[in-house]
């Protein structure tokens, strides 16, 4: 013993640091890494690199000379923001247009507040709505998935897509669901157009059962927003089944289970408490419906949790925990 | 059926009782010992011996220096060598009283003897007297003189006496090693506090990573019922291992389902709470007129070769302890009086142990060394963790803008420094170093207007006058 | 299309005037009248919001000197007496001068004289160490080294020396408003008197321990030895607590406490020519020598004088 250690209780510190939360996020989205390369075959693979890299060699480059910072790369955070941002695209999007969300989603959403823990907004889906105004092109075709090894690319929309749109033109939902051969089976196991992400819904809740082991996250904001989801389109669709969809396929469609199990519980984002996080929940499940039923996109799951991200401070607010001896 | 524990918070750090199996064993008496003057909370007591007097093991050497204060008694006999400052373990200077060790004289009224007195004859009166008289404070880590929290404030009555075996802070395991092989001693001591308080109900309360404990006590309890009426009434209880469970609000809760309200002391929810040493040292205290002059240390940790658990004479030498188990190990970085989470970090190897040390642990470097602090990511860990439903990542934010009302108003004076918060800080911000300054600070201002307050009452009481 | 326009127009325009008016309304209802003599006595202040006077702020200062009926219990540290000078024209007031203060820090114990004999490993504060321990040398009166004093001062007057680890005071930046003074949980900085040219002269050490374990911990520490109280013909010099004091309000600036101190924990500052220690100590021991000297030989006389008294008596 050269000089005696001194310092301020606790002397001893759990294992968990920022670092494996985060690594814990992205074990837990490699199954849907998985899973949407092996549908949609290397062009997911290359928005996944390009996505990725290009949001850590931003976060390294703006940390280290725009911020003039120790390096964060090591927190794993530029990485999380990285595949989330692939995962909300779809698999023909251009590398630039990959890049340009990468950079408004580092550069804008996360640096100019200061960096991991300061935005307001998840980084990446503003990346991914940035996109989504600015190219509306390139993020609204959807490519079907031909699998790995698959040679003829056919270009179509969401199914969320397709029934707005065939709505609009005047017909009902059950005609265009059984036209276009939906169904619920391989919404959970796959081949469904859209984003990569939302190709299957049992590799996200995979996922979704590994954070909740590992204690990373806390179920009620992604039961709130499920919940909601469910009653409300319930209740349209039995007030209305030809103009309303129903529960389960919203549930299922669009991206609804990447955003509420991985989106919309990012740590930064989200309310600290439980009852605040699930009035969050509720908003965000909430407004998608409206969104999806009334208004002029297809889909609004990033909408809603951006919409509700700008209320967290405020719910921070209202909501606190249950202090003891303080009835 | 579910394990019961108190309801907010609490953390699971690794048991670490590597010294679990160590036998209570007496270390030789030290050739000096420096007993410090102000061992417990409230005033020091005043030296009542000189330099050049002989003393006797038991012998009053300082007398309480106020209501809140406590008798110390010499640990070892010889000659007193110097009344003076010396430096504590934190480095600081504290008043001790030097003694000299020649041989070992006891005062002749100590019952030395190892026979099992049950019967309990005083009146509660003369019980806490001679808790008084025989220096007895909290060795749960508080050090709260145990006559002080025995005589409670007119109108306020005692339900429960809660005798907290817990031990929830890893690596220590005295309080374990007392149950199983001074059982008996604990459970006449807390018989003894019972009858003080004049209460029907006693709770031993205990953590189920000490299962050997739970059943030797509870036989234990079965055995003694039928030695008279104080025995009645004497639970054990098994409680679900988490940290702070030995903190005494969260340990009211976890028992009585009670919470204490801010501010507020046990006793207003009609609960007392003493550790297991604490049942022993009344024990002997009050069967076997032995005073406050020992007490069991554990000395621990993965680096260090020879785990124990001693019984220390009261201001012995940090290193005579650690010499005598082989010296400080070569790749130990920091040693803690105490246990891992809320144990005091020694900065001086010199200083002497006093009556509510309960252990001695060596960390490594890798162990203990605090990880660099990064940027806090809301992950609300440290508000999940906290026993006390605080908030540390906000009081965190107000403290360092010193926003002394705002800290109030979100409770920070209810802070109980277990460091939970720290312990499970993924950034390693170092929310309880802030935390436990803003508290000090909040705690003052409360005290400034308190007093302000009757200051102002006072001086109308006497206008109407 | 025009019809569009011009209601368009409309509307904007008289939502406009129907706001403009409703804000005059509540600006006339909410105002507060104040003396008009506040906001010039705040102008005349620094502005720095400081707390160096004792109120909350310059408005607070300015609040208060405007009600008091004389300017004795107020005075601007940073401001000085200039500032003063403007204040007491404003409302009319007398005011005395002040002697200029500076911030001096009082310990010495640089990295090399004080060696360290413990790692912090906590948060970079000094209350947060100072309430954990003595500090990582075994001195444990002296400075943190956190920096505490450097975050508190507003005007960017301290500053950590990296190789002696303690603060050190920019005299033309510092105020005086006694900030860091307040900050520092082992009170090593004290307010004192600039002095004439900046010359000044006090013990940079604070340490209470007994001479031996004090000189174990630090080189330059003042040992309580009481030389320097001896040398003094000036009667600053009190010991207390086996510490050194210079009275500023006594001290003569003759520097010969300097140098007689053993362990050179007595500093002198600004003073034109450096102090030749030798010279002034030969000087000193030939003064004292004298009065020695002269003590014995009125000893003597008076040892005489009191024999022939006796003689005397006997005789008669």
């Known amino acids: ?327 | ?465 | 299309m025009t019809t569009t326009i011009i209601w368009t127009i409309a509307i904007i325009s008289g939502l406009g005037l129907l706001l403009a008016l409703t804000l005059y309304l509540v600006a006339q209802r909410f105002k507060v009248v104040e003396d008009p003599r506040i906001e010039l006595v705040e102008k005349a202040m620094p502005g720095a919001n400081c707390g160096g006077c004792g109120f909350a702020g310059c408005h607070a200062f300015a609040d208060s000197a405007v009600k008091a009926p004389n300017l004795d219990n107020h005075y601007c540290p940073v401001g000085g007496n200039e500032t003063m000078k403007k204040v007491a024209e404003i409302l009319g007031y007398e005011v005395k001068e002040k002697a200029p203060m500076v911030a001096v820090v009082r310990c010495n114990g640089t990295c090399e004289a004080r060696p360290r004999t413990s790692e912090y490993d906590g948060s970079i504060s000094c209350k947060v160490k100072a309430s954990l321990y003595a500090g990582d040398t075994g001195c444990s009166f002296g400075c943190l080294g956190c920096g505490d004093c450097v975050a508190a001062c507003k005007f960017g007057a301290l500053s950590m020396d990296p190789v002696t680890g303690l603060p050190v005071v920019d005299e033309e930046k510092c105020t005086a408003c006694g900030a860091c003074a307040k900050a520092c949980p082992k009170a090593i900085i004290e307010l004192r008197k600039k002095g004439p040219r900046g010359m000044r002269e006090y013990v940079s050490c604070v340490n209470k321990d007994k001479g031996p374990s004090v000189k174990k911990a630090c080189a330059n520490a003042c040992i309580g030895c009481g030389i320097c109280q001896k040398t003094c013909t000036h009667d600053a010099i009190t010991l207390e607590n086996n510490v050194a004091y210079i009275d500023f309000e006594k001290c003569k600036l003759c520097r010969e406490c300097e140098a007689m101190c053993p362990t050179g924990a007595i500093h002198g500052v600004n003073f034109p020519k450096p102090l030749d220690k030798e010279v002034v100590k030969a000087r000193i021991l030939e003064r004292q020598k004298k009065a020695r000297e002269a003590a014995a030989a009125a000893a003597a006389a008076e040892a005489a004088k009191v024999a022939e008294v006796k003689k005397e008596e006997s005789n008669g």
């Open chain 2, 1 to 465: 059926m579910a394990r019961r524990t108190f309801s907010i918070g609490g953390v699971h750090p690794a048991d670490s009782k590597i010294s679990r199996d160590c036998k209570l064993e007496y270390l030789p008496i030290a050739p000096t010992v420096y007993i410090a003057l102000s061992q417990h909370i409230g005033a020091p007591a005043k030296p009542v011996v000189a330099v050049g007097d002989k003393v006797k093991v038991g012998q009053v050497i300082a007398e309480p220096g106020a209501f809140m204060s406590a008798y110390i008694h010499s640990s070892v006999s010889g000659t007193v060598k110097s009344i003076g400052p010396r430096k504590d373990l934190s480095g600081n200077n504290q008043m001790v009283v030097e003694i000299a060790v020649e041989g070992d004289e006891w005062m002749e009224d100590i019952d030395r003897t190892d026979t099992l007195v049950t019967d309990i004859p005083q009146d509660p009166k003369a019980i806490i007297e001679k808790i008084k008289l025989g220096g007895v404070v909290g060795l749960g880590g508080a050090t709260f003189p145990t006559h002080v929290k025995l005589s409670p404030p007119p109108g306020k009555t005692c339900e429960m006496l809660i005798i907290n075996g817990c031990e929830c802070e890893p690596y220590l395991t005295s309080d374990f090693r007392t149950l199983l092989e001074k059982g008996e001693q604990v459970v006449v001591g807390t018989a003894i506090i019972k009858k003080a308080l004049g209460v029907a109900k006693a709770t031993i309360a205990i953590e189920d990573n000490k299962l050997e404990a739970i059943e030797h006590i509870t036989k234990v309890v079965e055995s003694l019922k039928a030695k008279g009426p104080e025995y009645s009434g004497i639970e054990v209880l098994s409680l679900m291992k988490k940290y702070p469970e030995g903190g005494e609000k969260q340990l009211i809760d976890a028992v009585m389902h009670r919470q204490v309200k801010s501010g507020g002391l046990p006793i207003d929810v009609g609960a007392v709470v003493d550790n297991v040493c604490t049942a022993l040292a009344v024990y002997e205290a009050v069967q076997k007129n032995k005073p406050l002059i020992d007490n069991s240390v554990t000395v621990t940790g993965e680096c260090f070769p020879k785990q124990a658990n001693l019984i220390v004479r009261v201001g012995t030498p940090l290193n005579y302890v650690i010499d005598y188990l082989g010296g400080v190990p070569k790749d130990a970085a920091k040693v803690i009086s105490g246990g891992p989470m809320m144990g005091k970090s020694i900065a001086n190897l010199e200083a002497a142990t006093m009556k509510g040390t309960g252990g001695l642990l060596f960390l490594t470097r890798e162990q203990t060394k605090r990880m660099p602090e990064s940027s806090c990511i809301r992950c609300g860990k440290c508000a999940d963790a906290c026993p006390m439903g605080l908030e540390p990542f906000l009081l965190n934010r107000l403290a360092k803008a010193g926003d002394t009302d705002a800290l109030e108003a979100n409770a920070v004076q209810d802070c109980i420094m277990c460091g939970c918060c720290l312990y499970s800080c993924p950034a390693g911000i170092p929310l309880l170093d802030v935390i436990s300054q803003a508290r000090g600070q909040v705690m003052g201002i409360m005290r400034a207007r308190a007093a302000a307050a009757k200051a102002a009452a006072e001086a109308a009481k006497a206008k109407t006058e």
């Open chain 1, 1 to 327: 013993m050269d000089k005696i250690l001194v310092s301020p209780n606790p002397h001893i510190h759990s294992t968990t640091t920022t670092k494996v939360l985060m690594r814990d996020v992205v074990i837990a989205l490699l199954p849907a890494v998985v899973v949407s390369v092996v549908f949609y075959g290397w062009k997911e693979l290359l928005v996944l690199a390009v996505s990725v890299l290009s949001c850590m060699v931003l976060e390294y480059l703006i940390t280290r000379y725009c911020l003039k910072k120790a390096s964060t790369l090591g927190d794993w955070s530029a990485a999380v923001t990285g595949v989330l941002l692939a995962l909300n695209l779809p698999p023909t999007t251009p590398w630039w247009v990959v890049f340009l969300g990468a950079l408004v989603a580092i550069g804008v959403a996360k640096m100019t507040f200061g960096g991991l823990g300061q935005n307001v907004f998840n980084p990446a889906l503003v990346g991914r709505v940035f996109l989504l105004i600015s190219f509306p092109t390139y993020m609204t075709h959807w490519e079907i998935p031909q699998g790995l090894f698959g040679v003829d690319a056919i270009s179509g929309a969401t199914p969320l897509g397709v029934i707005k749109e065939g709505l609009m033109q005047g017909s009902t939902v059950p005609e265009l669901m059984s036209s276009h051969g939906y169904s619920y089976s391989q919404m959970l196991f796959a081949n469904i157009g859209g984003s990569a992400g939302e190709a299957c819904a049992i590799a996200i809740l995979v996922g979704f059962i590994y954070l909740l082991a590992r204690k990373v996250i806390k179920p009620w904001i992604t039961l709130s927003i499920l919940g909601t989801v469910a009653a409300v389109s319930c209740v349209f669709w039995l007030a209305n089944p030809a103009q309303f969809t129903d529960p389960l396929f919203n549930l299922l469609s669009g991206g609804l289970l990447l955003g509420a199990c991985f989106m919309a519980t990012d740590y930064v984002t989200s309310p600290m408490s439980t009852k605040g996080g699930i009035i969050f929940g509720i908003g965000i499940g909430f407004i998608t419906l409206m969104i999806r039923y009334f208004g002029s996109y297809p889909e609004g799951v990033s909408f809603a949790i951006l919409i509700m991200n700008s209320t967290v401070p405020l719910l921070n607010n209202w909501f606190h925990q249950k202090k003891y001896g303080r009835a």
